[in-house]
């Protein structure tokens, strides 16, 4: 039976290739230190926690919620960007919930883009970036740059091929796969070349508040006049451990606002009420709970750098994120990112991201993801420099495993 047109666009998910061998290896024993999927580990904060406990009680709120999110929700949220950013947002038009930024950032994607709409967007980069404009019809043209000086010219060489002109720029820093941090010069550039040729630019700040070497990354929005051009989307997923509880945000140039607010009026009624009370009252608190989550990935990125460069493989240090872009041994990557994957779970019981999952041009590359504790990741280092120490005495026994079907 012939695909749907919208699957059809949808290559293979290239994850779910990693995750079926991981739950093969695991359903014969094998116990598999899972640093692919950025699936945080750390418990919510108990004071979080306990304020759902309390206003789940109240029978109240187990009515039909608000699509935008509850009023203090958005009120916490717009106090948060003036806090951390000095951003004054007005909470009733400039701010929205979103179940998740991969929800927000969806949800744009339908409000804004037309049949054949150009986005411009990075890769590699996280997926739904580019997929949720692919599934609403739009056409994605690749940019493999960082926030450097090479970042402009890139963009102008994506507008002048591009028919039509592009509707829109995704910005993703600090990044996810990448781990790249950009600076608030960068996003002025970024800012008036947008204005400049009247671009919309959809900025992913999920990891702002994950940083390790004392620089807070900046918000696209501090930019003076940036808000006539910028969305931006944030997560409460990792700043406060709450993956599971689907809460992010959309602030930003008010008629992009207005658009996401009216497609998700049609879409959902928003997240369950106690759960945006709790993520309203996270967010107005003193700030311990996020400098904890903080501390905790930055003694993992330093177990991690230290522990796999022992054991023979370099992993560049992330200013930022949760996770860390590593290059694949020089003596693997040949094969690629996904099947170098395999091989780590098949030889040395370690799951990563491939690299190729993220884009093409991410495919020398995978993701580590700091979502196993201290001692795990050393274990990790250890089963990967006894596969590493095989490999070199007996390479020729180390077949890709696509190779033995």
């Not at 009247?198 to 900025?203: P, T």
């Not at 750098?305 to 992993?315: E, L, M, N, Q």
Request: glycine residues 6%; contains cysteine; positive net charge.
């Amino acid at each position: 039976m012939e695909e749907f047109h919208k699957v059809r666009r949808l290559p293979p998910y290239v994850f779910e290739q990693v995750n079926r061998l991981k739950a093969s290896a695991r359903s014969r024993g094998a116990d598999i230190i899972d640093l692919g999927m950025g699936n945080p580990d750390l418990p919510t904060p108990k004071a979080i926690v306990d304020k759902l406990c309390e206003v789940v009680r109240d029978p109240r709120t187990h009515r039909y919620s608000s699509s935008r999110g509850i009023p203090g929700l958005r009120r916490a949220q717009a106090n948060y960007y003036q806090r951390r950013f000095g951003v004054k947002l007005n909470p009733d038009t400039q701010v929205v919930a979103t179940l998740g930024s991969k929800e927000g950032f969806a949800n744009m994607a339908q409000a804004i883009t037309a049949p054949g709409d150009v986005i411009l967007c990075p890769n590699p980069t996280y997926p739904i970036h580019a997929f949720g404009f692919i599934m609403s019809g739009g056409v994605i043209r690749s940019l493999q740059v960082e926030p450097d000086d090479r970042f402009i010219p890139a963009v102008e060489r994506g507008i002048r091929h591009s028919i039509p002109k592009p509707l829109a720029l995704i910005l993703n820093y600090p990044s996810n796969p990448t781990a790249l941090v950009a600076s608030l010069d960068f996003y002025k550039d970024v800012v008036a070349f947008a204005k400049k040729n009247d671009i919309i630019i959809l900025s992913d700040l999920a990891y702002s508040e994950i940083y390790f070497d004392g620089n807070p990354p900046p918000s696209v929005l501090q930019v003076p006049g940036a808000i006539d051009v910028c969305v931006e989307f944030t997560s409460m997923s990792k700043t406060f451990s709450m993956p599971g509880w689907r809460m992010g945000f959309a602030v930003g140039n008010e008629r992009l606002i207005s658009a996401l607010t009216r497609v998700k009026s049609y879409l959902d009624y928003g997240a369950f009420t106690p759960i945006q009370v709790a993520a309203a009252h996270a967010l107005n608190g003193d700030g311990a709970d996020i400098e904890e989550v903080r501390e905790v990935y930055h003694k993992r990125r330093d177990v991690m750098v230290d522990s796999f460069g022992r054991a023979g493989w370099t992993i560049p240090a992330p200013a930022a994120s949760m996770f860390a872009w590593a290059p694949i041994p020089e003596q693997f990557r040949h094969l690629g990112s996904l099947e170098f994957s395999k091989l780590l779970i098949e030889h040395a019981d370690v799951a990563v991201a491939p690299g190729v999952g993220f884009g093409e041009h991410g495919d020398d590359y995978v993701r580590l993801a700091l979502v196993e504790n201290e001692h795990r990741i050393r274990q990790a280092a250890r089963n990967i420099k006894r596969f590493l120490a095989s490999t070199a005495k007996q390479p020729n026994n180390v077949v890709p495993l696509a190779a033995r079907r």
